[in-house]
């Protein structure tokens, strides 16, 4: 018999899982390795998807803030909270298009603990 906290949430973990299986299946459409690191509920620490040896965290929503979609003809939102940082919103493809245009040139340019700083 499942336990209350087992049961509760089944379809939100399921439909976190689909879009983790979505993103990794895209991004090596492009070429790119890629790889679910969150499989089974496993908390990876590092990101749910491993991409290009880069982590992305990966969210999904019934419905999110409209601020985050680019409007007009633009082809993506900067944002970022008081004193955060600043942050991008754009198109998962336009994203790994780039990725697999210049990965191989940044890759070493990548610091793992940007957050911190």
């Not at 990794?24 to 749910?48: C, F, M, P, S």
């Not at 991409?51 to 944002?79: H, M, N």
């Amino acid at each position: 018999m499942k336990k209350a906290n087992q049961q509760r949430g089944k379809r939100n973990r399921q439909r976190g899982a689909e879009l983790q299986r979505q993103v990794v299946k895209i991004a090596k459409t492009y070429g790119l390795d890629a790889w679910n690191r969150d499989r089974g509920g496993a908390q990876h620490e590092q990101g749910d998807v491993e991409i290009s040896t880069i982590y992305f965290g990966c969210k999904r929503r019934k419905s999110c803030a409209q601020w985050l979609y680019p409007e007009k003809d633009e082809w993506g939102v900067f944002f970022r909270e008081d004193s955060g940082k600043l942050m991008v919103s754009i198109p998962a493809e336009f994203l790994f298009d780039l990725m697999s245009e210049f990965t191989d040139h940044i890759r070493d340019k990548i610091d793992p603990n940007w957050r911190n700083k």
